[in-house]
């Protein structure tokens, strides 16, 4: 079963604006991954922030953690028709040996 | 490449039969993942194997589903009496170490399809 709940299930935008997906959890965390799947692909890594920090950047991509809430966001600024995607927060529930449980996923549509 | 393997990238078979599902990670890489992914959804876990002991099965839905890793590199996921419910894709990852905070490769997945 999925332990995270992701919203919006489906989220559709034009070329240049931001892109925000949510992410909820039930358990306790050792970190928190997002990653990105192109249609009939495997899963590709975006950023990895651990349950001490709020808040982490890599390129145009800015994540956010609140652990009191159980919540996570990614924000995509400037996003281009390449980051259409599906994308997906994983939890690693608290294993040391990062067993991840993935929420159902946000549809990103950026339209050129 | 440098990338994690997996094959077939199709695999049609009728109710009943077994398949095996091969899954060449990434060289060197301790932890190795199995994720069973329905259509629309998230990938679900199924079993973790750190080098070649099989640490963690609880996410294998039957008795049906057996996977190994004997020599710590390569795996493959064997299903047995497949069943229609198994059509999904099955994705396999793996992670540079054991400690859980790196991140996981994936490979392209292995759809299944049972007819």
């Known amino acids: 079963s999925q332990q995270g709940e992701e919203d919006p299930q489906a989220l559709s935008i034009q070329e240049g604006e931001n892109a925000t997906m949510n992410c909820s959890y039930k358990?306790?965390?050792?970190?928190l991954q997002w990653y990105r799947q192109n249609s009939g692909r495997g899963l590709v890594h975006l950023i990895l922030?651990?349950?001490?920090?709020r808040e982490k950047h890599s390129g145009r991509l800015r994540v956010t953690l609140d652990t009191s809430k159980k919540s996570s966001s990614l924000l995509i600024t400037a996003s281009r028709a390449a980051d259409t995607a599906s994308y997906f927060c994983?939890?690693?529930?608290?294993?040391?040996?990062?067993?991840?449980?993935f929420g159902q996923g946000t549809i990103l549509t950026v339209h050129p | 490449g440098a990338g994690v393997s997996q094959s077939p990238r199709y695999k049609v078979a009728k109710r009943g039969q077994d398949v095996a599902l091969r899954c060449d990670p990434i060289?060197?890489?301790?932890?190795l993942f199995w994720y069973q992914q329905a259509l629309g959804q998230g990938p679900e876990f199924l079993t973790y194997?750190?080098?070649?002991?099989?640490?963690?099965k609880s996410g294998l839905p039957s008795d049906r589903f057996f996977a190994e890793r004997p020599e710590g590199s390569v795996s493959t996921l064997k299903i047995q009496r497949t069943q229609q419910e198994d059509s999904a894709v099955y994705l396999c990852?793996?992670?540079?170490?054991?400690?859980?905070?790196?991140?996981?490769?994936f490979g392209d997945g292995t759809r299944l399809s049972i007819l």
């Open positions: 990852a793996s992670s540079l170490d054991s400690q859980g905070d790196q991140p996981q490769h």
């Open positions: 358990t306790s965390i050792n970190n």
């Open positions: 922030i651990r349950s001490n920090e």
């Open positions: 994983a939890t690693d529930g608290g294993t040391s040996y990062g067993k991840l449980t």
């Open positions: 060289s060197g890489h301790v932890s």
């Open positions: 194997f750190q080098n070649e002991a099989q640490l963690d």
